[in-house]
């Protein structure tokens, strides 16, 4: 049975990550923010501490990552996220592969099974299943099932290339 008043909420997969200032805060600050913009969190994976991925730091990454019921679109929940970043003190987006340190990092990872493609956004994320900072977190959260189908598409299209 289902209830009137609105669309059914989509399932939207988050990676978060934080290397400057109280991390662990910094998290919990978006969660809360994503739980108020976004949508409602139902599953959160552990913290994990991670070395930073595409560039050079002395800083240590906390990630986390979430799984959210939301009645957004996938370009209104980037919208939202991008504020929750820029509000937290986040300045810049990384771009062309420049990566740097920042307060709070949230990437939309997975949307229902949308595959989306557009300048702003690509669903699935690219490069979710070749960052052991994303794929631990997700694996905590989504059901097993799901997880494994993820994994196997992830390898079948890489066909058998090295990771980079």
């Keep these: 049975?289902?209830?009137?008043?609105?669309?059914?909420?989509?399932?939207?997969?988050?990676?978060?990550?934080?290397?400057l200032g109280n991390r662990r805060d910094n998290l919990l600050r978006a969660?809360?923010?994503i739980g108020h913009r976004v949508g409602q969190v139902c599953r959160t994976s552990?913290?994990?501490?991670?070395?930073?991925?595409?560039?050079?730091?002395?800083?240590?990454?906390?990630?986390?990552?979430?799984a959210v019921h939301t009645r957004l679109t996938p370009t209104?929940?980037?919208e939202r996220t991008?504020?929750?970043?820029?509000?937290?003190?986040?300045?810049?987006?990384?771009?062309?592969?420049?990566?740097?340190?920042?307060v709070i990092d949230i990437d939309l990872l997975l949307y229902d099974d949308l595959t989306l493609s557009t300048p702003q956004l690509t669903l699935p994320h690219p490069l979710m299943m070749q960052r052991e900072f994303v794929t631990r977190?997700?694996?905590?959260?989504?059901?097993?099932?799901?997880?494994a189908l993820l994994e196997s598409q992830s390898q079948a299209s890489a066909g058998h290339q090295p990771e980079p």
Aim: charged share 15%; glycine share 8%.
């Design 46 to 66: 552990s913290f994990l501490e991670t070395e930073p991925w595409g560039f050079t730091s002395g800083n240590i990454f906390l990630n986390a990552a979430c």
């Design 82 to 102: 991008q504020q929750i970043e820029r509000e937290m003190g986040r300045t810049s987006k990384s771009v062309d592969g420049q990566y740097h340190d920042r």
């Design 137 to 147: 977190p997700l694996a905590q959260i989504m059901p097993p099932s799901q997880y």
């Design 1 to 19: 049975m289902t209830r009137s008043g609105g669309p059914q909420p989509h399932m939207l997969y988050l990676s978060l990550g934080s290397n």
């Design 76 to 78: 209104q929940c980037l």
């Design 31 to 33: 969660l809360v923010l």
